[in-house]
């Protein structure tokens, strides 16, 4: 009887010891955020198209983030868009976009903790020409996998211009008229 218990034993600790370990250093990458935006003047010219007068000069934008209270220019020597933008024509919508992806880098602003993730605001400055600043604040869900980050809002100056609640894979941008 001792030796079957004994075996039993031996069995169970090496089926336990089998077990395929978790690699809890093994994190999932989702990075949302930047936006996309349309600039049209109110004739419904496209403000970032070269051929149109009073045209937003790509040479003249620059993003500020906004840390510790200090507007900082976005700038990243070793990124593709060192400047935090780029100027792209989109043919679905037949006008060209002022792309984001170094928008919400700055200091994470009223930080609230859930259980599962974090949510907080970011402000970002889009400087379009010397006489054009414009204020883009983003509410942002961060996992508590740091490697999970999502823009949920996008206010621009003030207004309400997209949501995630309304996110389709064809329209992660909206429109702006100056």
């Known amino acids: 009887m001792k030796q079957i218990l004994l075996l039993l034993a ?3 600790f090496t089926c336990n010891s089998c077990k395929k370990e978790e690699n809890k250093n093994q994190q999932s990458i989702f990075i ?3 936006a996309d935006i ?3 003047d ?5 403000l970032l198209d070269v051929n149109i007068a009073n045209h937003f000069n790509s040479s003249d934008v620059k993003l500020y983030n906004l840390i510790n209270g200090v507007p900082v220019e976005y700038y990243q020597s070793r990124y593709d868009n060192p400047k935090g933008f780029y100027i792209y024509k989109n ?3 037949n006008s060209y976009c002022l792309a984001l992806p170094g928008m919400c880098y700055g200091s994470a602003i009223n930080k609230v903790e859930y259980s599962d993730k974090y949510v907080f605001e970011t402000i ?3 400087h379009l020409s010397d006489i054009d600043t414009d204020t883009i604040k983003c509410l942002v869900e961060q996992g508590k996998d740091p490697f999970y980050l ?3 809002e996008i206010w621009y100056n003030g207004v309400l211009k997209w949501n995630y609640e309304d996110y ?3 329209n992660w941008y909206f429109e702006v008229i100056k």
Do not use: E, Q
């Open 168 to 170: 389709h894979p064809l």
């Open 10 to 12: 031996i069995v169970a």
């Open 150 to 152: 999502i823009s949920k």
């Open 124 to 126: 970002d400055y889009i």
């Open 42 to 46: 109110i004739s419904g010219n496209d």
């Open 32 to 34: 949302g955020i930047g």
């Open 38 to 40: 349309l600039y049209k």
């Open 91 to 93: 043919t679905n919508l």
